[in-house]
């Protein structure tokens, strides 16, 4: 399956940028390619985007910093977008998203989904920077994972 990975520096702490990220709420400040609100359903994530609602959750692990974002239509159906967040030194954060180009999604609309990160990367780097984010609840042990393979949907990231 083809990816891409994408990295930003980001100079804030490891703590605060995983914070941050792990936060769904967070997502329409930074993410604004694919989101442009969330709202709480039933104790569920749903993030609006422009290909209709669709149910987000962060399983996150603040000792590795791995957040797994996992978007989809149902919970039986979730695609995975692992994020990995790691202290550097001087203080400054390195992050990096991979993106999967799911089998039935077409080369060009990949293409597009891949620009759109970048430009989401940009804007958290300009988001990031003196925020005080909110602690996510998401940063608990979960047993439940997202870990079935990204089906098409149109969105450029989590």
């Known amino acids: 399956m083809k990816h891409i990975t994408e990295s930003v520096w980001l100079d804030q702490p490891k703590d605060v940028v ?3 990220l ?8 930074w993410a604004t390619e694919y989101c442009s609100g969330v ?4 104790g569920r994530h749903i ?4 290909f209709g609602p669709m149910l987000t959750r962060h399983d996150a692990d603040r000792r590795t910093g791995v957040i797994d974002m996992c978007s989809g239509l149902d919970e039986s159906d979730m695609a995975l977008f692992p994020v990995r967040v790691i202290a550097m030194p ?3 954060t ?3 998203f991979t993106f999967f180009q799911p089998p ?4 060009d609309i990949f293409a597009r989904q891949h620009e759109s990160l970048k430009k989401e990367l940009a804007e958290l780097e300009s988001v990031i920077v ?3 984010p909110r602690r996510s609840s998401a940063c608990v042990e979960r047993s439940e994972r997202c870990d079935s393979p990204p089906k098409a949907r149109g969105s450029a990231s989590p």
């Open 18 to 20: 995983f914070d941050f």
């Open 22 to 29: 792990a936060n769904v709420e967070n997502l329409p400040l």
């Open 39 to 42: 709202r709480q359903e039933n």
């Open 47 to 50: 993030v609006e985007t422009s």
């Open 90 to 92: 001087n203080g400054r």
């Open 94 to 96: 390195l992050v990096s």
């Open 104 to 107: 039935d999604l077409p080369d």
């Open 130 to 132: 003196g925020h005080a």
